[in-house]
Nanobody, 131 residues
Framework: QVQLVESGGGLVQAGGSLRLSCLAS?????????MAWFRQAPGKEREFVVA????????YYAESVKGRFTISRDNAKNTISLQMSSLKPEDTAVYYC???????????????????????WGQGTQVTVSS
């Protein structure tokens, strides 16, 4: 069993910054998992935000957050982080951390974007950006 716990959400003004973290625990070799952040705004479907491969060497970003968000991981600490800058009101959502146990040697964008590929999810952390 794998548990993912997000933290760092909150209320921020437009143009501000937040840093989210996700800690993995349980029966997990963290470096075996591709990791991602998704988000879900009220009344909308959950959408892909950003993903990072097992080694950290490959990342994918949604167009809406490119240049503003940065994902990183620390395999020694079983954590990933999401640094969010220049936040906009449309970034308001619950942000979810997700883990993909794929053993494939490649990590394609199509896999990264597909939420059905993720085996474990956190409970989410609320990010609210005021205008």
């Amino acid at each position: 069993q794998v548990q993912l716990v997000e933290s760092g959400g909150g209320l921020v003004q437009a143009g501000g910054s937040l840093r989210l973290s996700c800690l993995a625990s349980g029966r997990i070799t963290f470096s075996n998992y591709n990791m991602a952040w998704f988000r879900q705004a009220p009344g909308k479907e959950r959408e892909f935000v950003v993903a990072i491969s097992r080694s950290g060497g490959t990342t994918y970003y949604a167009e809406s957050v490119k240049g503003r968000f940065t994902i990183s991981r620390d395999n020694a600490k079983n954590t990933i982080s999401l640094q969010m800058s220049s936040l906009k009101p449309e970034d308001t959502a619950v942000y979810y951390c997700a883990a993909d146990s794929s053993t494939s040697s490649t990590y394609s964008s199509s896999r990264a974007y597909n939420l059905a590929r993720y085996d474990y999810w956190g409970q989410g952390t609320q990010v609210t950006v005021s205008s």
